[in-house]
């Protein structure tokens, strides 16, 4: 099955692995694999039972010799040994099961990692069959060529990601990341802060999908008018007994916004170390934004509010760094001088932060 691409771009990440191809001539690239980064494992046998949707479908439903692992934390490996099993399997999927060539690989990692955490990325997706040596590259810097930023010109793009367990900022100019700032929040914060209000506002206990759900259906940055309202059942806390409760949208608005607070922060610092000429240019696109959490409802305005620069969400938020990741590998030989280095000390990016 040559058809199959072997060029692979992927997103490993905390909530969600993507798998992407790149497009004929660089743009147009395609998503092949989205899944939760989620295992199931029998602790009897210590056997894979189930990856992705199958596995997660089972969180908090399953019986109590099934485990439900989730291997990567705020954006970095936690279950080595799961990380490269899912990517094992992931990657199979995207080449086709009867493809013996081994796929090149360029894979995206937070800019905030340590050499250690990106070697362990680049050894788990080599072991699980990519072509040595597989690229590294850094998430703002693949978002923002999977969003479509144009990166030939000298002019400067802020990128924001919002992610699961990770979000960044970056100024991005001509393939290469000029500064960056991370921080360990994202929706899962924003899911545990539903859930503690919940709890504390309305004396129920949630389980983790449901409060996930009720971010999904009432959760808001902003206040609006005639807010959702959606109905959620828990445990109450005093009785032990079920109960459902109704929660109106804006109720949630300040729990939300305190966990957008640190991205905030995140992305002033990083404007402020943003060099005088590249300012300009940022202040005057303002912020492109990326990853799934992007897609809070009001997130826009209210980081436009916060910053006092406009705010644009990707079209293709989720898939972006996937598919910059792809498409990067197009273009080795100027994206190339930008990946993170191989075995140096300091990263590419940190070497840069300073220009
Ligand atoms: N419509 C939506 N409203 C609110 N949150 C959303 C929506 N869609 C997705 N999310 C949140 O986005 C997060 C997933 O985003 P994404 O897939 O970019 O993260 P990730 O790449 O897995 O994590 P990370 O980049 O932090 O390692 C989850 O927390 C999810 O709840
Ligand atoms: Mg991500």
Known sequence: MVFFSKKLGIDLGTSRLRVAVPGPSGR?????????????????????????????????RAPEHVSVISPMREGVIDDYQIVEALLRYYMGFATGRFNLVRPEVMIATPAGVTNVEQRAVRDAVEQAGARRPAYLIANPLAAAIGAGVPMSDARGALVGSLGA??????????????VWESARVGGQIVTEQVSEYVKRRHNLLIGEPTAEELKFAAGFAM??????????????????????????????????????????????????????ELMADVIDRGMLL??????????????????????????????????????????????????LAQESATTAVESRSGR
């Open 165 to 178: 367990g990770r979000s960044e900022a970056a100024v991005v100019s001509m393939y290469g990341v000029v």
């Open 28 to 60: 147009g690239g395609r998503i092949l694999v989205d899944e939760p980064t989620m295992v199931t494992l029998s602790r009897l046998e210590d056997r894979v039972l189930a990856a992705g949707s199958d596995a997660a479908s089972m969180v908090g």
């Open 223 to 276: 206040p609006v008018e005639d807010p959702p309202r959606a109905e959620v059942r828990g445990r109450d806390r005093s009785t032990g007994m079920p109960r459902n409760v109704t929660i109106t949208a804006n109720e949630l608005v300040p729990s939300i916004q305190q966990v957008l607070e640190s991205f905030v922060d995140v992305t002033r610092s990083t404007l402020e170390r943003t060099p005088p």
């Open 290 to 339: 990326t990853g799934g959490a992007a897609r809070l409802r009001g997130v826009d305005t209210y980081l436009a509010e916060q910053l006092g620069i406009p705010i644009a969400i990707a079209d293709n938020a989720e898939d972006a760094v996937a598919l910059g990741a792809a498409e990067a590998l197009l273009n080795l030989d100027i994206v190339g001088p930008n990946l």
